[in-house]
């Protein structure tokens, strides 16, 4: 069974910055893509940023581009989400969650239903 596993959360004030680490483990041949996503509360799950298994290709969100940067070492089942410049609007639950089998197009990593996996969220505070 893979299991998904985020790090990395906590409070932090706004204009500060956190990693958020998620290690994939498991039978895992090779993993397609990296997805993090993310749920406030009231609010539904929203896309922030994705990454090709061969790094190649890296998508955001219109409101984390240029403060939020993903990496990962597919060697090591492992993604990462630097989130810089922090805003309070960035509070939320962080999702990671992996795609094992192969896509039709990267493009699809920004969407939710194309993730094979995903872990159980860490929770990111942004305060004033």
């Known amino acids: 069974q893979v299991q998904v596993v985020e790090s990395g959360g906590g409070l932090v004030q706004t204009g500060g910055s956190l990693r958020l680490s998620c290690a994939a483990s498991g039978p895992i041949d090779y993993i397609y893509g990296i997805g993090w996503f993310r749920q406030a509360p009231g609010k539904e799950r929203e896309f922030v940023a994705a990454?090709?298994?061969?790094?190649?290709?890296?998508y955001y969100a219109d409101s984390v581009k240029g403060r939020f940067t993903i990496s990962n070492d597919n060697a090591k089942n492992t993604g990462w989400l630097q989130m810089n410049r922090l805003k309070s609007e960035d509070t939320a639950a962080y999702y990671c969650?992996?795609?094992?089998?192969?896509?039709?197009?990267?493009?699809?990593?920004?969407?939710?239903?194309?993730?094979?996996?995903w872990g159980q969220g860490t929770q990111v505070t942004v305060s004033s």
């Open positions: 990454i090709s298994g061969s790094g190649d290709a890296t």
């Open positions: 969650a992996v795609r094992i089998s192969a896509l039709t197009l990267s493009t699809q990593l920004k969407y939710d239903y194309y993730y094979n996996y």
